[in-house]
């Protein structure tokens, strides 16, 4: 059974820019989230998506946004890059319904501003 | 909104010694997890504690849950160097959503 995969592993951005980030989650998973992990401030929730629907929403900013498609599949939006917004960016998959599950991590997108 | 609080943040041991790690919260929780995160990879769960006062062994590691169910511990026996990593604790924050604690970095030298 595959994990969760996610990509770019690693990407360099400059201020400003945007940047997409990818998560396929483990097959017959409904449900995504997604966690900034930084020294200064540890893992925090980003969002979740079950079923192509925001669930859930942490404390950022509008400038981060996510969407879910159809066969589960994750992207998250980060415009306007700043320099903090370096970070791993991980994506958790689980099965959508009952928190007793297991959530999944996959191994995160490294993303630097410059 | 529930905070975590572990300590030490830092933790550099010599293998075959014993440590323990800790996870404290004013609020209640209904369980708690235990991950560990490795250089260069996603946090991996390693126990779910649910009950006040439960305690659960995996192997040489002893994870507790406070009879108040506000805080918990994780123990390890006769550290390892493959031990090496972040110890991280999390609550249940509502749907999926985890809450985390900032965790514990430890290192177990040869």
């Known amino acids: 059974k595959a994990g969760v995969t996610q990509t770019p592993r690693y990407l360099i951005k400059t201020r400003g820019q945007q940047v997409t980030l990818s998560c396929s989650p483990i097959?017959?998973?409904?449900?995504v989230s997604w966690y900034q992990q930084t020294p200064g401030q540890g893992l925090q929730f980003l969002f979740e998506?079950?079923?192509?629907?925001?669930?859930n929403k942490g404390n950022f900013p509008g400038r981060f946004s996510g969407r879910q498609f159809s066969n589960s599949r994750s992207e998250m939006n980060v415009s306007t890059l700043e320099l903090g917004d370096s970070a791993l960016y991980l994506c958790?998959?689980?099965?959508?319904?009952?928190?007793?599950?297991?959530?999944?991590f996959g191994e995160g997108s490294w993303l630097t501003v410059v | 909104t529930q905070l975590l609080e572990q300590s030490p943040q830092f933790l550099s041991i010599q293998e075959g010694e014993n440590l323990t790690v800790y996870c404290n919260s004013s609020?209640?929780?209904?369980?708690l997890q235990w991950y560990r995160q490795e250089p260069g990879e996603g946090p991996v769960l390693l126990v779910t504690?649910?009950?006040?006062?439960e305690v659960k062994k995996l192997k040489r590691l002893t994870f507790q849950f406070g009879d108040a169910r506000k805080d918990s511990s994780l123990h390890i026996t006769a550290a390892q160097p493959g031990d090496t990593g972040l110890y991280l604790c999390?609550?249940?924050?509502?749907?999926?959503?985890?809450?985390f604690g900032k965790g514990t970095k430890l290192t177990v030298n040869p």
């Open positions: 999390a609550a249940q924050g509502g749907s999926e959503k985890l809450v």
């Open positions: 958790a998959s689980h099965p959508g319904t009952g928190w007793g599950n297991t959530i999944y």
């Open positions: 504690v649910v009950t006040g006062g």
């Open positions: 998506y079950f079923s192509e629907t925001q669930r």
């Open positions: 609020s209640v929780f209904s369980s």
């Open positions: 097959s017959g998973h409904r449900s």
